[in-house]
């Protein structure tokens, strides 16, 4: 079920490690954004699951904003380096990477479709099966990370995201967005 649900985090992972090749305490950044991004999902699934319903049903689609409004600011940011660097210079990311806030709310915000999954099973979990999902899925939080960063150090994939890491971030980001907006048929889409 969490490989299911969370198979498209490996990729924006990915990316997010690629952005702090080289900067000191990047990867750190991203595994903590990570937990908490995925914590604020499994908190608000098992809330949902004792009948508290934290998010209305209503409102989970406008978790696309968050990813889409990133997307938007990491685009802004690439097109303004790219017009702040001489024509000869190549282009590259610059900055420490992504804020422990930015993963957490990608996270969060493409964890929607996680919530409905996980709130529906964990209803019928009962108390020890909450206890080992939680377990099982926070263990498997770090097995995410361990593959994003595999993948985002590989020589072929780190020179791609080196290469194109700026131009892909903002355009993942904003898929992922427009995807949960219109699949949660926010604004009437």
Do not use: K
């Not at 699934?45 to 998010?55: D, Q, R, T, Y």
């Not at 904003?65 to 303004?80: E, H, M, T």
């Not at 422990?100 to 019928?124: K, L, M, W």
């Amino acid at each position: 079920m969490f490989a299911a649900t969370n198979v498209d985090d490996i990729v924006i992972l990915a990316l997010f490690f690629g952005q702090t090749a080289g900067h000191r305490g990047g990867a750190v950044r991203v595994v903590v954004g990570q937990y908490l991004g995925f914590g604020a999902l499994l908190v608000v699934s098992i809330v949902g699951s004792l009948g508290a319903g934290l998010l209305p049903a209503a409102a989970i689609p406008y978790l696309g904003l968050l990813p889409l409004l990133l997307g938007v600011r990491a685009a802004w940011s690439a097109w303004r380096e790219r017009h702040d660097t001489a024509d000869d210079e190549p282009v590259v990311a610059t900055g420490n990477g992504p804020s422990v806030f930015a993963v957490a709310a990608v996270t969060f915000a493409n964890g929607g479709d996680n919530i409905g999954v996980y709130v529906s099973v964990f209803t019928t979990a009962g108390s020890g099966g909450l206890i080992v999902f939680a377990v099982v899925f926070l263990a498997l939080v770090a097995v995410w990370c361990a593959l994003g960063r595999f993948f985002a150090t590989r020589p072929i994939i780190a020179r791609a995201l080196s290469r194109w890491g700026h131009i892909l971030l903002p355009v993942v980001l904003i898929g992922i967005g427009l995807l949960i907006l219109i699949e949660g048929n926010a604004f009437g889409l």
